[in-house]
């Protein structure tokens, strides 16, 4: 397998003193790759903008209007955790379009692995709003493109927080499947077990909240039992993958205990998913902690590629189980009421 | 005989969000009505931990005593979140708010001039009444 990555682009423009989404983020994930030391097996998919049409198939054309003149005013604190300068419209776009530019290289063939190296992250934007450090949805562009070529799409979100913003955006769309596991209670206070999709989507979102502490062993147990049949039957064409990093014990933004080693576990389960080779493309979302994100990053992609690496050990023996016990609970209930509601709702 | 109702005030340490809750204050004079300060626990709070989810903050004590309104049937509840979601949830269980009362703006005046502000989408999306209390009110 190769792997292919977007080429670099300059994202030092989108930087507020202090704050923990920074620049430094990127490098330390291109630092990541460069010690894969893959030669020829690394290629870059060329630099793109993403087009006004490929943000309208996510995001409302007011909400495109309105970042891009705040950021052409100089830009500012949007909300209590996002800012946006000058720089963050043109970055912005270029962070979607390099989903789009990994996606495009990847389907010219069928033996490669795509990780995106973008910031801002994208997964909690919504349609119309931007939050959570996040601006455009990068993963939900990429994957509503995909869409529209007819493929059917699963978006696997391992990042600690929930991707709400991702989960939004296709709430009432089969064509996508949204798993995602996260620290619960935790920002943004969504994703819990029993929000299960829309009316045209019903078990199209598998949420798998977990409490904090929880270890690997029982967010990758709760994957293969809760979402494994479920992403099973709805069989993807594409596995597109939030990859965030805060759920590393190290992070400061979380108290979910995974190691790098875990994220290698995640990378094989990932793949396993797709039912074809070379559709599987991760998009980086959270990850704080340089060092952790670093090493989870590396473990990651050497498992999804095969080869192998020394990483930390997997975490085991945290708290969850009787969670994630209740959620297949809960998801269930959900799932029976809403098809109760519809038959009743279409009776005469 | 009136019934007591849940009142909850959206409060993120502004000033602007002191007069909201202050109106919140001032209007439960129903004897038994509760006020529920509400506050928007970003990522960037997880992190540095700003405000305690257990302890009321002394800024809101005093409000309650500068309004003659008893404590104890003031509650601070702190949920995850951006301000809007937060706000918007407060109509549900665990607070099951009668009214919703809110500043005008909250922090980050800019933005809200171009990206819309989270008093007018809580107006818009709200399944309560909602009170938006003015930036310059007097209160």
Excluded at chain 1, 61 to 78: Q, R, S, V
Excluded at chain 1, 265 to 281: C, D, E, K, M, N
Excluded at chain 2, 77 to 89: E, H, K, P
Aim: charged share 20%.
């Amino acid at each position: 397998m190769v792997l292919i990555v977007n080429e670099n682009y300059d994202d030092a423009g989108h930087e507020d003193p202090g704050h923990p989404e920074r620049p430094s983020r990127t490098n330390a994930a291109r630092s990541a790759i460069a010690d894969l030391h893959l030669g020829s097996d690394l290629v870059t998919a060329p630099f793109r903008v993403a087009s006004r049409a490929e943000l309208l198939l996510v995001h409302h054309g007011n909400y495109l209007d309105e970042l891009g003149a705040f950021c052409y005013d100089g830009g500012g604190d949007i909300d209590q955790d996002t800012y946006a300068t000058y720089d963050s419209w043109e970055i912005a776009k270029s962070a979607a379009g390099a989903g789009l530019s990994v996606i495009d290289a990847m389907r010219a063939r069928d033996d490669a692995v795509g990780f995106v190296v973008t910031r801002p992250p994208g997964h909690h934007a919504l349609a119309d709003r931007a939050m959570g450090f996040c601006l455009l949805n990068n993963v939900a562009i990429a994957a509503a493109a995909l869409v529209r070529r007819g493929e059917r799409v699963l978006v696997l979100d391992w990042d600690v927080h929930h991707g709400n913003g991702t989960q939004q955006i296709f709430w009432n769309n089969p064509e996508v499947l949204y798993v995602s596991t996260h620290q619960s209670p935790l920002f943004p206070g969504s994703g819990f077990a029993g929000e299960v999709g829309g009316w045209n989507a019903i078990d199209r979102t598998v949420n798998i909240p977990l409490p904090s502490g929880a270890t690997g062993d029982i967010l990758q147990r709760a994957l293969e039992e809760l979402a494994a049949p479920v992403i099973e039957d709805f069989a993807p064409t594409w596995v597109l993958v939030s990859a965030g990093f805060d759920a590393h014990r190290a992070d400061p933004m979380a108290e979910l205990q995974l190691t790098s080693g875990d994220f290698a576990g995640l990378a094989h389960l990932a793949t396993s998913f797709a039912h074809q080779p070379g559709r599987v493309a991760m998009f980086l979302e959270g990850g704080y902690d340089l060092d952790a994100l670093r090493d989870s990053l590396h473990a990651t992609l050497a498992a999804a590629l095969g080869a192998t690496t020394s990483t930390e050990s997997r975490s085991n023996g945290g708290p969850g189980a009787e969670e994630v016990t209740r959620a297949a609970r809960e998801r269930r209930a959900a799932i029976e009421a809403l098809h109760i509601l519809e038959t009743s709702e279409r009776a005469p | 005989m009136s019934v007591a109702r849940t009142i909850a005030v959206g409060f993120d340490g502004s000033r602007e969000s002191e007069s909201a809750v202050r109106w919140a204050l001032l209007e439960a004079h129903q004897p038994h009505d509760d006020v529920v300060v509400v506050h928007a626990a970003g990522m960037l709070e997880h992190l540095h931990g700003a405000l305690s989810r257990d302890v009321t903050p002394p800024r809101v004590l005093v409000l309650a005593r500068e309004c003659n309104f008893n404590e104890m049937h003031l509650r601070w509840f702190v949920d995850d979140g951006d301000a809007c979601s937060v706000l918007l949830r407060a109509g549900a269980p665990p607070i099951n708010a009668d009214l919703l009362v809110v500043g005008s703006r909250g922090k980050g005046h800019r933005a809200e001039l171009l990206l819309g502000s989270t008093s007018l989408e809580v107006v818009q999306n709200a399944t309560m009444p909602v009170v938006v209390v003015p930036t310059h009110s007097s209160l």
